[in-house]
């Protein structure tokens, strides 16, 4: 899978917070995108997923235009901003609702992700119970469940413990053996510095490729 953002823009009630940003992100990497509050992150994440249609610019998918097409990017899953989820419901009753949406995947999967994350002792408590670290492992579970082709992850270690942490980078280390093509977005540099294969710096809107101080794992 190849993304080509080419020269994106965007702009809300005249502000822009995107400026003519270019890049391209390929299979089996690991992509950083950091940067403080507001520089624009989660926005190219949300134009990315297609949430968002750019001002100016295109985002192709393999070549495709999945947004011009009106279609969602194929085989993506993502977790931006904080997850939500049915607060009477189950961590595995909630991950059980999104599997019938496409109906790809049954238990044993559900069951798999689960336990990954590290939540299989608390599947069955409600998710209203969940502390912070429990509602950030489930919305990482949510991403890996359906093993998409591209995983993309806002602040994926907010709320998480060390232990916790170090277990996600280790997951998303054999996600990218695997052939992903993953994009963690942060404020934090050093959350990702060691994961991460490229690093792009946002600041008001205007996107720099960093150079890496410390190597891969």
């Known amino acids: 899978m190849i993304i080509e953002i080419k020269e994106i823009s965007k702009s809300f009630r005249g502000v822009k917070v995107l400026k003519n940003v270019s890049m391209t992100l390929e299979s089996g990497h690991i992509y950083g995108f950091i940067g403080h509050n507001g520089s624009g992150k989660t926005v ?3 134009l990315i997923c297609a949430f968002f249609e750019p001002t100016t610019g295109e985002i192709l998918f393999n070549g495709t235009n999945i947004i011009k097409n009106n279609e969602y990017p194929p085989s993506t899953r993502a977790l931006i901003e904080r997850p939500t989820f049915i607060s009477e419901l189950s ?3 909630n991950l059980e609702l999104l599997a019938k949406i496409q109906k790809k995947i049954g238990e044993k999967e559900i069951e798999n992700a689960l336990e990954k994350v590290g ?5 069955d408590k409600l998710y209203y119970k969940y502390s912070l670290g429990m509602k950030q492992k489930l919305g990482i579970a949510q991403v890996l469940m ?13 709320g998480l413990d060390d232990e916790s942490a170090k277990n996600i980078r280790q997951i998303l280390l054999e996600e990218k053996k695997k052939g992903k093509l993953i994009i963690l977005a942060t404020h934090l540099k050093e959350d990702i510095e060691l994961l991460c294969d490229e690093l792009y710096k946002f600041d008001d809107g205007v996107v720099t490729k960093e ?4 190597e891969i794992l």
Request: proline share 7%; no cysteine; charged share 50%.
């Open 146 to 158: 359906e093993d998409p082709q591209i995983l993309i992850l806002d602040e994926p270690f907010n």
């Open 44 to 46: 190219l994440l949300k």
């Open 211 to 214: 150079e890496k101080e410390i």
């Open 91 to 93: 961590g595995k009753e």
């Open 119 to 123: 939540l299989e002792k608390e599947k």
